[in-house]
Structure formats: structure tokens, C-alpha cells
């Protein structure tokens, strides 16, 4: 009897753990995907929870829709405001989407033969090619530091795309690195948008050091032959991360930064002279 036969689909009873108040930490990383001109269509973001233990419930807050469990599918407990996590080892990764407005957004803008154009008019395209990424803070935060506030607006900003050499050539740009490996180009840029006026290193006598890492728009020029680009990746990461670069020992204050890019300068003054 078909009736009788058990539904081969039916999920495996969830395992439910004693509610812990050991120390939990939560590691979270938003993934964007916006259209060719920098409009956001989708904000994916994957959180992973770390216990010094394993199966235990930690109780958990996200404002995340469509959340799922991506490595051992499992459910989060809701109750009310609250939702709880019953852990099998000690990480657990999900993933969701998110409906806030991201705290930094990114504009590209396309020219051909110095009229601007869309980006899809500008496939298949030949002929001097502009294209200029702009990007913006939305996140301004208060802090107090020696006494004195500061708004700061100091993420790290990474950009960078592949330019196949068979479409682009005469490849440059006014703040980056480009990268060759006879096939490809690889430009890379980055910089700290706000970082100058957050620190006021004009007042330090560093307003040549603010210009170039504290700029908020790149551009790269190139000689096109049919147009064709695949995806520009970004990357915004919080001033201190730094730290996981190796500069441990650098304050993540307003004076310590100050003091770094001092330093900085000081290195790039040594091998201009």
C-alpha cells in the first residue's frame, strides 16, 4: 500500500539544546550585486556564529529575510523578537537578504570618444574608452577620542576588474596599479573616501596624502576594440582591518591612524627624494 510507505523527503528530527551564556562571537559579510552602472538589485549577506562549544543553543538577532542555514541546514527557533540557534559543532554559517540600504554606494560612469555613454549602448563599441567609479559614504559616525569628537567616515575601499589585452590596450589609470601577465590586465585600486576629512590631514600638513587615499572617485582609460568587460569587483572593509594585515601594534584611534599615515608619507617622501 503506497499509504504505508514512508515519504522519502521527510527531514530528520532537529537535535535541541540547554540555552548557553558562554561567549559568542558573529562574523558577518555582505555580498552586493549591482547592474553595470552601479544600481543595487541584491544585498546577500552570510553571518557565521562561533561557540567554544559545541551543541549548545546560543540566542542570536538579525534583521535578515529568507535566512537559511547554508552548510547543515539547520532551523533557526523563532520565539517573538527572539530567534535561537541549536548547534551541532562550534560554527555555524547562514546566509540571508538584507532590506537596509548598504553604508557605501558605488556609481560607474562610461564615455566613448568623450561623450558619455550607457553601458549597454557601449557593447561591441570601438574607440577611446572612460570609465570613472565613484564612490560615496552613507555611514557617518560619532566618536569621542582625547576628549574630542570626530564624525568619522573612514572604510577601506578596494576595486579592481580584468581587461583582456585582445579588447583593451593603452590601458591607465590616476590612482591604481595595473597588473599584466601577457594575456590580461589587472587594475587595481584603493583608497579611504573621507579619510581626509575625518582625520583633518590638511591641519597635519598631509593634504597630498588625503588626496590620493582619501579620494572618493577612480577613473581608467583604455583603447577598446568591440567592448566587452566582465564583472568590476569591490570591496569595503572597516579602517581596522588593518590589523589583520599584520600592523598589530597600530592604534585604531584617530591618533593612531595619523600617526601611521605620517609614517606613510614620510616613506613615500624618502624615495621621491
Given at each position: 500500500n503506497p499509504d504505508d510507505t514512508p515519504e522519502a523527503t521527510e527531514k530528520p528530527r532537529q537535535a535541541v539544546y540547554k540555552l548557553t551564556d558562554a561567549a559568542v562571537t558573529k562574523d558577518e559579510t555582505v555580498f552586493i550585486n549591482i547592474s553595470p552602472g552601479g544600481e543595487v538589485k541584491k544585498v546577500n549577506v552570510t553571518d557565521r556564529l562561533h561557540t567554544d562549544m559545541p551543541q549548545v543553543r546560543i540566542e542570536d538577532k538579525t534583521d535578515l529575510k529568507n535566512i537559511a542555514d547554508v552548510k547543515t541546514f539547520i532551523e533557526p527557533v523563532i520565539k517573538g523578537d527572539k530567534m535561537y540557534w541549536d548547534m551541532e559543532s562550534t560554527d555555524l554559517y547562514y546566509n540571508g537578504v538584507s532590506e537596509k540600504e548598504p553604508p557605501i554606494s558605488v556609481s560607474v560612469k562610461y564615455y566613448l570618444d568623450g561623450e558619455e555613454i550607457s553601458p549597454d549602448k557601449l557593447s561591441g563599441k570601438s574607440g577611446d574608452v572612460k570609465m570613472t567609479v565613484t564612490v560615496a559614504n552613507k555611514?557617518?559616525?560619532?566618536?569621542?577620542?582625547?576628549?574630542?569628537?570626530?564624525?568619522?567616515?573612514?572604510?577601506?575601499?578596494?576595486?579592481?576588474?580584468?581587461?583582456?589585452?585582445?579588447?583593451?590596450?593603452?590601458?591607465?589609470?590616476?590612482?591604481?596599479?595595473i597588473l599584466g601577465d601577457g594575456a590580461h590586465k589587472l587594475v587595481c585600486f584603493m583608497g579611504v573616501p573621507g579619510m581626509s576629512k575625518s582625520l583633518g590631514l590638511d591641519s597635519l600638513g598631509l593634504s597630498a596624502l588625503g588626496s590620493a587615499l582619501g579620494r572618493s572617485s577612480y577613473t581608467v582609460t583604455c583603447t577598446a576594440k568591440d567592448f566587452a568587460l566582465g564583472n568590476m569587483m569591490f570591496v569595503a572593509v572597516p579602517f581596522s582591518s588593518i590589523r589583520a594585515l599584520g600592523f598589530k601594534d597600530v592604534s585604531v584611534s584617530v591618533d593612531g591612524m595619523k600617526d601611521m599615515l605620517a609614517d606613510l608619507e614620510n616613506l613615500m617622501n624618502s624615495f621621491a627624494s
Open positions: 555611514l557617518t559616525k560619532s566618536v569621542k577620542l582625547g576628549g574630542k569628537s570626530y564624525s568619522m567616515q573612514c572604510p577601506m575601499f578596494l576595486g579592481g576588474m580584468i581587461m583582456p589585452e585582445e579588447t583593451f590596450s593603452e590601458v591607465s589609470t590616476d590612482n591604481g596599479v
